[in-house]
Structure formats: structure tokens, C-alpha cells
């Protein structure tokens, strides 16, 4: 297998997306891995996925990655079938995931650090979307294989005071941490964005991009801050905009070594997310208007 860039591990979900209006889409390919890639290669043509699904994932979905550009790596142990989730907005644009099939089976079934490819062990960066309890692990092995990069995001379920130990012990271990605003306020019962990043900071991360939906990103490194604003797009469907954010953010901060431009990179990413449903076509088109969106967000 060809060495990559930029890789996420995850299992991937067919979405099944109930909009507020009563509108739905079904059959939607999905999952926070699926997602965080195809943000990342909205910047470069080197990005993987190690992923696991069921043998009956539909090969239109499994067609979707070859066309994009996006290598697709299956782990050894597979839930069976494919995990399904339904995706339901509220017109805040908060959302609820309900497992349609084992929610168990999902999380046990995660591909482990033996389905990393050799090849991409040196990867510039990876992002891990893992259980609080398992990201040392992993952040452990990928730094000793040399990887610079590794942005951390848990599941929304791992945002409970019960587990800030948790917390506490991977942030160190990562370059960059990516929350989003309500689960962070949940997980440390502080609703300021300020202080929520200041807290995060305090546990041992250098960079936090906290994710606040239609009111962008707040990144903050130990000496400094940045509000980065949402890109000003027609929002279809929002689904998988924070974990393509994240995507962006992973490639915009290894090429550039600036919290800043990650954050750029990665409204720039979500914005191609939400602009219809499931995921964005990656065409010969996509990187000028990428730079274009970039631009036109570092004049905002």
C-alpha cells in the first residue's frame, strides 16, 4: 500500500439524515472517519481512511472513496452488518445520533493500532476520533512511528464530568484538541468559550479549535488566539461539518506550522460539507475554489 499524508481512523456509518423540515435522506454515506477525510482532501491529494464495515456496505459508498482520490484501508474485524445510524437535526442544528444497528458492536469493533498500514505510520498527520480511554494508545504508537501531527476529537458520549481524567490523560500526548462548544460545556460546566479553551490549555494541549457551528471556531495556542469565522455558504445538511473541520484543520496546520491557517483550512473544509447532502464532489475544480473561499475568509 502506497505511503499517504494524512489518515483518520474510524468505522464507517451509512447515515440515515431526518432534517427538521420532516425531509430526509437515506443510504448517506457517513461517519466521523469518512467526514474528517474527505476535509482533508479538500487540501491534499495524499489522505487515507482506516475503517471498519460490514462485507453488505453498499459499493456505490465504497466506490465514492476510489473517486475521490481517498485510499480506504478495512480493518480485521468488521461489524456485521454495516453500522447504520439515524441522524436527526433540530433547527439549532443540533443533532441526535440513534444507532439503527449494535452501538456495541460499533465501538468494539474500532480498527485497533495492528490495522495501521506500515506505510503510513510516518504519516504528517492522523486524526483519531477514538473513546477518551483508547486515544493514548493510539497517540502513543503513532508518535513513536514518528507521525508530527495528531488532532484528537472523542465521540459527543465521552463529554461527561466523569471522564475529565480521561481527558487529562491524552491531552498531552496530541498536537491539537477539537471540541465542540456544547460538549465541552457539558464536560467542564463552563459555558465561555474563552475559558473553556483556557481549561483545555491548562491539561497539557498546545492548540485547541473549539468548534461553535454558524458562530465558527475559537483557536487558541498558549500565547495566542484567533476567532475564525464560518464560511458564508447555503447550509443543506450539516452533518459531518465539525469532523471535516477537524479534517482541515489537521492538513492546514502540519503544512503551515499556524493555528490560524488550520483554523482557516478548516471552516474552508466544513463549508464544502454542508452545502448538500452526504459528501462533497472532489473534481478538478475543488482546489481553486478551496483557495478562493480561503482568501475571501482571510479578508472577513
Not at 3 to 26: K, S
Not at 117 to 128: E, R, T
Not at 266 to 290: K, M, N
Request: proline content about 7%; charged content about 20%.
Amino acid at each position: 500500500m502506497l505511503p499517504i499524508d494524512f489518515a483518520a481512523i474510524a468505522g464507517l456509518i451509512i447515515d440515515d439524515i431526518v432534517l427538521p423540515t420532516g425531509e430526509t435522506r437515506m443510504g448517506v454515506p457517513g461517519g466521523s472517519g469518512t467526514h474528517s477525510v474527505w476535509g482533508m482532501r479538500i487540501w491534499s491529494d495524499s489522505v487515507g481512511l482506516i475503517a471498519s464495515y460490514g462485507v453488505d456496505c453498499p459499493q456505490e459508498i465504497l466506490a465514492s472513496f476510489d473517486q475521490a482520490g481517498i485510499a480506504l484501508h478495512r480493518a480485521r474485524a468488521n461489524p456485521e452488518p454495516t453500522p447504520r445510524c439515524w441522524q436527526v437535526f433540530e433547527f439549532n442544528q443540533h443533532r441526535t445520533e440513534i444507532f439503527r444497528t449494535s452501538e456495541a458492536d460499533f465501538y468494539r469493533l474500532q480498527p485497533t493500532t495492528a490495522d495501521i498500514p506500515a506505510d503510513w505510520q510516518n504519516a504528517a498527520g492522523f486524526h483519531l476520533l477514538h473513546e477518551t480511554k483508547d486515544i493514548p494508545e493510539y497517540a502513543r504508537f503513532l508518535r513513536a512511528g514518528g507521525v508530527g501531527y495528531l488532532l484528537a476529537e472523542p465521540p459527543p458520549t465521552d463529554f461527561t464530568p466523569g471522564r475529565l481524567d480521561e481527558f487529562a490523560a491524552f491531552l498531552p500526548l496530541v498536537a491539537i484538541f477539537s471540541p465542540n462548544w456544547e460538549e465541552s460545556a457539558q464536560l467542564l460546566g463552563i459555558d465561555n468559550p474563552d475559558a473553556i479553551v483556557a481549561r483545555f490549555l491548562e491539561m497539557g494541549v498546545p492548540v485547541v479549535a473549539l468548534r461553535m457551528g454558524e458562530a465558527g471556531s475559537l483557536v487558541a495556542a498558549r500565547e495566542r488566539r484567533w476567532r475564525i469565522p464560518a464560511v458564508a455558504v447555503p447550509a443543506v445538511d450539516v452533518t459531518g461539518a465539525g469532523n471535516s473541520y477537524c479534517g482541515g484543520f489537521l492538513v492546514g496546520y502540519a503544512q503551515t506550522g499556524d493555528p490560524r491557517m488550520g483554523g482557516l483550512y478548516g471552516a474552508v473544509s466544513a463549508s464544502f460539507t454542508i452545502e448538500q447532502f452526504g459528501l462533497p464532489t472532489i473534481d478538478q475544480t475543488t482546489t481553486a475554489r478551496a483557495k478562493q473561499r480561503l482568501v475571501d475568509l482571510q479578508q472577513v
